[in-house]
């Protein structure tokens, strides 16, 4: 049958996900670990996020719920996280910006991805890479961590942590 009422979308390697008005999960494409599956008990999700091979959603209650391979802890969020504001996912790794601008992570931490910087306190967006993790703060810094190596983000190519974004792109 057709979704409807859809106010959210999210693409993980070969699975998508849909989050309808409602507040309902529905998962379609590859699905090898359950990760395209309906979100387990999930009825009130107001965000969705899919990495690699695992999907999020954030609840009504600020809780995030994981569902798919979790063979590095990605779909496990911590206990104590009740206050996310926005999700994302990684490769095998996940994030959640808390109402007061801390980012919690967890899963793969290989290439440093889930390894939140400890003076990032003012995050208001957040975004998670194959095995890089980023950043947007108030004050309009772009803030990167996890593998540089490939240039994944402009911070890697200045070799540093912290760009202040230019006047033009703001």
């Known amino acids: 049958p057709p979704l409807r009422r859809v106010v959210a979308i999210a693409a993980g390697w070969g699975h998508n996900l849909a989050l309808t008005a409602d507040g309902r999960v529905t998962g379609w494409g590859w699905n090898a670990y359950g990760q395209g599956d309906r979100s387990p008990g999930v009825s009130n999700a107001l965000a969705v996020a899919a990495g690699y091979h695992h999907?999020?959603?954030r609840t009504t209650d600020g809780r995030v719920v994981g569902w798919g391979l979790n063979d590095s802890g990605q779909t496990t969020a911590p206990p104590d996280l009740a206050d996310a504001v926005a999700i994302a996912a990684g490769g095998h790794h996940s994030l959640a910006l808390r109402a007061n601008g801390h980012v919690a992570a967890w899963g793969d931490n290989t290439w440093g991805q889930a390894d939140v910087p400890a003076d990032l306190t003012n995050a208001v967006a957040i975004a998670a890479g194959a095995d890089f993790s980023l950043a947007w703060t108030a004050d309009g810094r772009l803030v990167a961590w996890g593998n540089n190596a490939a240039?994944?983000?402009?911070?890697?190519?200045?070799?540093t942590d912290y760009i202040v974004v230019p006047a033009a792109l703001a």
Not at 151 to 159: D, K, L, P, T
């Open 55 to 57: 999907s999020l959603a």
């Open 151 to 159: 240039r994944f983000s402009e911070a890697a190519q200045a070799g």
